[in-house]
């Protein structure tokens, strides 16, 4: 997953506590997205940033926010975690809204 | 709202066998369809994308067709392999909403 870097690869909190993870690409793309998967739902669309300065809702976003520090970096925030945040979090590049996605290699979650 | 199905959702085969793997789209205006793959514990690689101007793609032994009409693409895999063993998802890009559904993948093991 070349390009793509998200720390940390894995936490665990407690609920009501807040953490942010982080996204950051080399590969000067101009949308930024952040999904969760978790198992028999399938990958889930929590936030995207077509560019850098604007962010949109996805399917499931309630629960995080996100930033779009500049063109290299999109950070997904969980203000007061919750168990059903538990869940597989994956950051995504797109060079324009019809090209590849580029993935990076995943955070997991785990809300106690 | 889009829906993707894969079919089956695992796959068992032994070395050597060609295999097709099923996605289907509910929502037929889509811009293109992607395949991915994902190893455990991974994130997402795509391996082929499809424009809706086109019938398939190839790549390597893996060609993937599309039949935007109907709502269905295929993914053929010639002459498998072990280290083809990895879940297969699909994910249609909407023509409305330009946002990428991703299906439930379907997981392939590949037997020595």
């Known amino acids: 997953n070349a390009g793509v870097t998200q720390t940390p690869k894995f936490q665990v909190l407690k609920t009501g506590q807040s953490m942010t993870l982080q996204c950051a690409q080399d590969m000067n793309h101009n949308s930024m997205y952040w999904y969760r998967q978790d198992p028999g739902m399938g990958l889930r669309l929590i936030y995207y940033s077509a560019s850098e300065g604007t962010t949109d809702k996805g399917e499931v976003p309630n629960g995080y926010n996100v930033s779009r520090l500049n063109k290299r970096e999109f950070s997904l925030r969980l203000e007061s975690a919750a168990p059903s945040q538990t869940s597989v979090y994956f950051c995504?590049?797109?060079?324009?809204?019809?090209?590849?996605?580029?993935f990076g290699s995943g955070t997991q979650l785990s809300v106690l | 709202k889009q829906e993707v199905t894969q079919i089956p959702a695992a796959l068992s085969v032994p070395e050597g066998e060609n295999l097709v793997l099923n996605c289907s789209f509910t929502?037929?205006?889509?811009?293109?369809l992607q395949w991915f793959r994902q190893d455990p514990g991974k994130g997402l690689t795509s391996l082929l994308l499809?424009?809706?101007?086109?019938r398939e793609q190839t790549s390597g032994r893996l060609n993937a067709s599309l039949d935007k009409s109907s709502g269905r693409s295929t993914l053929y895999i010639a002459a498998s392999q072990p280290g083809d063993s990895a879940t297969y998802l699909c994910?249609?890009?909407?023509?409305?909403?330009?946002?990428?559904?991703f299906g439930k993948g379907t997981l392939l093991t590949v037997n020595p």
């Open positions: 994910a249609p890009l909407g023509g409305s909403n330009y946002k990428l559904t």
């Open positions: 995504a590049i797109q060079a324009a809204g019809n090209e590849k996605l580029f």
């Open positions: 929502d037929s205006a889509i811009y293109n």
């Open positions: 499809i424009q809706s101007s086109q």
